[in-house]
């Protein structure tokens, strides 16, 4: 890919269309076989967990965000999504699930970019933390470091830890366009 600069927007899941739905399924599956890598033991668990976010691409209103790479006006295709669900107590957690870039586009920024166009947005609506499960061994511990989470503790899934970002003074990365499109 030398230096090409990408063109990557991120839209909610209402903006994709057929096509995209079925590779960010793909995509899905994808993620928990590669989750299943650091932590065998939880494959039955993952298993669930991606059944139910694969159902969860029906509902236009399901908290994903798509990381889509812009070509031209008729061409886009996804790179990556997330989904962001509010819970905890009194429903002002986001909880973090299923993020994934498709491998040959990592360590360009399009992960912070997903991460933090969904923590803006649910900053905007309120929820003051973002929590999320990550294995232990995955190198998505420093992704999320690197975003600002801290490691809060063990998660009950053996295996997991449990990340915490307090969202009452966090801010976006500068140079976030408004509109987060971003050349990166
Ligand atoms: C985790 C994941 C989404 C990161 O996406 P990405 O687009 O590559 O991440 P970014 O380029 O935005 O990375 C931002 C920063 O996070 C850190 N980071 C990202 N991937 C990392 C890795 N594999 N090892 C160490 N640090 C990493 C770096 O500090 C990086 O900044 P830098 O590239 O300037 O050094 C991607 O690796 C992925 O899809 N993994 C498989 C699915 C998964 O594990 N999901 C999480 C389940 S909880």
Known sequence: MGCDRLQVKVVPLKSVDQEELRILAAYIHEACLEEQKYAPEAKELLKIGEADLVRSLEWSEAGWWVARQERGP???????????A???????????????VTPEYRRRGIGRLLVETALAEAKE??????????AETNPA???????????????????????????KEWEPSPGRDKDVSSGL
């Not at 886009?76 to 989904?83: D, I, T, Y």
């Not at 309120?126 to 999320?132: E, H, K, R, Y």
Request: charged share 15%.
């Open 125 to 134: 609506e309120g929820l003051w933390q973002a929590t999320v499960l990550v």
């Open 74 to 84: 008729e061409e886009s295709r996804p790179l990556g999504l997330v989904r962001i």
């Open 86 to 100: 509010a819970g905890g107590e009194g429903g002002r957690t986001a909880v973090l699930s299923g993020l994934y």
């Open 141 to 167: 511990v420093d992704f999320y470091r690197a975003l600002g989470f801290n490691v809060r503790r063990q998660a009950a899934m053996i295996g997991y830890l449990f990340m915490t970002l307090s969202l």
